[in-house]
């Protein structure tokens, strides 16, 4: 089987709590789990206020600022795409055939300063 | 260096500083890849002319010699931080390496980086409210406090929304570039939207005392004209000319104690008549290009007032048209509302009364008080005068500008 283990935190608060890690020790865990060849993919994410939301109806697609997932709304799959720039993601991501019943955020991944 | 020499200098200077400086701006975004370093840039530049050029003269190509100023300006600013972070030296490199060469600033892609300028700050992936804030900091050349004065908001309130909004170009990766040909036009409607948002801000503002905010319709015109030269595409055309048209009629709109008046009784010889005559050219040649949209028939709906000497003798038949046309093309309530007004001018109250109430029991307009004050309107001139003061009640509820609730209290003391 594989597992997705998703990580939720208060943004405000995930790198201020006196238990907040450091992304160093989040590089070394990741290092650890990957030399026992079980680490698929690991990817930290920029804060939500990078996030676009992307939906397609009507063979329309609209684009919109933030993470607007409908509470009703939950999560059903991801994607790890490598591109140019937030334009070609979005292109991308208003091809997920989901799109057209759901939405899709995009955001950045952050990367780790070790 | 003498007094009679600086003088001028320094005024060719600030002449070149409002011409030029948001296109100097646009290069060293593309050049530095960075809107705060850019603007640091940009500002020392600046700095630097108003030192050099009193001594050593105008150069032969100011906007050049400014561009490139401030990329070594930016180069230098990132060396000195180098000594804190080792990253900035990289960065540093990369830009002398990357953006060395002159031809990067020549005329011919000025335009193009105007361009970039413009759509970057219109992205659909920031919010409406940035877009605005943003166009206006960085393409209008407006400062926080002049954008913060005229969206009846704080100074800091617009600074941070700015701060948000480039920190999300950033971090989102949000290019700087001119979209794809494939997804120009929408990407293009989103830009005139801005636009046209900001016209209408200061056309008719939203909430508050003041009728209008001319400097923000201003502003717009001057975006509408600006894109005009850059991408003469017939919707910006279109909108150009509707701009252009409306504002026409802004001494009109007022009576002498500030109240509003309506186009019907608005005094015609205070219209424009050399904003009227560009308008209708450029709708005449927005739609001569058959690739025309909802703004172009706008446009052409308020030439046609524009041209008519009085309510009676205006074509209220070719109105119709437009709007049917207008309202294939685009359908909303508003549309399918002004649509029935129009035909309310042609076929008499009844008939725009019957398609009024109809709009409004669809619902979508039913917290929208110009519908209510159409359905009041309507009611009065068939003398259904209860009908009238019910709908002009409920307008009054609903407006939230302070002179249209005075003109809709008006109307309705009038019914007594």
């Not at chain 2, 960075?34 to 940009?42: I, P, Q, V």
């Not at chain 2, 000594?83 to 002159?102: N, Y």
């Not at chain 2, 166009?135 to 926080?144: D, I, N, S």
């Amino acid at each position: 089987m594989k597992y997705l283990c998703l990580v939720y935190s208060d943004e405000e608060k995930l790198h201020s709590l006196p238990d907040s890690p450091e992304d160093s020790e989040c590089q070394a865990y990741a290092e650890s789990v990957a030399g026992s060849g079980r680490m698929l993919a690991a990817e930290a994410l920029e804060p939500v206020s990078s996030a676009t939301t992307v939906r397609m109806r009507g063979g329309k697609v609209t684009i919109t600022d933030g993470p607007f997932a409908e509470t009703k709304e939950q999560l059903a799959g991801f994607y790890l795409l490598d591109a140019g720039n937030l334009d070609e993601a979005l292109e991308m991501a208003s091809g997920i055939p989901a799109a057209r019943v759901g939405s899709v955020e995009v955001r950045p991944v952050r990367q780790l300063q070790v | 260096m003498t007094d009679s020499k600086a003088g001028p200098v320094q005024l060719k200077l600030e002449e070149i500083y409002r011409a030029e400086s948001r296109r100097v701006l646009a290069t060293l975004i593309r050049l530095l890849g960075d809107f705060e370093l850019a603007e640091e840039a940009l500002h020392e530049a600046f700095a630097a002319a108003l030192r050099q050029w009193p001594e050593e003269g105008l150069p032969d190509n100011p906007r050049a010699w400014l561009v490139s100023t401030g990329r070594f300006k930016a180069i230098d600013r990132l060396r000195r931080q180098s000594r804190q972070d080792p990253l900035t030296e990289e960065m540093a490199q990369q830009l002398e390496s990357d953006s060395g060469d002159p031809a990067d600033w020549a005329e011919d892609r000025v335009g193009d980086d105007h361009l970039r300028l413009i759509f970057t700050c219109c992205h659909p992936a920031l919010s409406m409210d940035a877009r605005v804030a943003l166009t206006l900091r960085e393409v209008c050349g407006l400062t926080t406090e002049e954008i913060a004065s005229a969206f009846l908001s704080t100074p800091a309130t617009l600074a941070q929304r700015i701060v948000r909004a480039k920190n999300k170009i950033r971090s989102a990766g949000i290019p700087y570039q001119v979209p794809s040909r494939r997804d120009l036009p929408e990407r293009l409607d989103g830009v005139l939207r801005v636009i046209y948002l900001v016209f209408n801000e200061g056309y008719s503002a939203s909430t508050g005392e003041e009728l209008t905010r001319a400097e923000l319709s201003d502003e717009a015109i001057r975006l509408g004209r600006l894109l005009n030269q850059l991408l003469p595409d017939a919707e910006v055309q279109g909108l150009l000319a509707l701009m252009l048209l409306n504002e026409s009629r802004r001494l009109a709109r007022t009576d002498s104690a500030g109240e509003l008046v309506l186009l019907e009784d608005q005094k015609r010889e205070l219209w424009d008549r050399n904003l009227i005559a560009e308008g209708v050219q450029l709708v005449e040649r927005a739609l001569r290009s058959q690739r025309f949209g909802p703004y172009s028939l706008q446009a052409a709906i308020a030439a046609v007032h524009a041209e008519a000497p009085g309510v009676e003798e205006t074509d209220w038949q070719q109105i119709v048209g437009l709007y049917d046309v207008l309202h294939r093309l685009s359908p909303s309530p508003v549309v399918a509302l002004n649509r029935a007004v129009a035909i309310a001018m042609r076929d008499g109250p009844q008939a725009g009364l019957d398609l009024v109430e109809d709009i409004l029991s669809g619902g979508e307009l039913q917290d929208y008080h110009l519908a209510h004050a159409a359905r009041a309107d309507l009611c009065r001139r068939l003398g259904k005068l209860a009908d009238a003061r019910t709908s002009y009640e409920r307008a009054l509820e609903l407006a939230r500008q302070e002179t249209e609730v005075r003109f809709l209290r008006k109307r309705l003391s009038l019914l007594e």
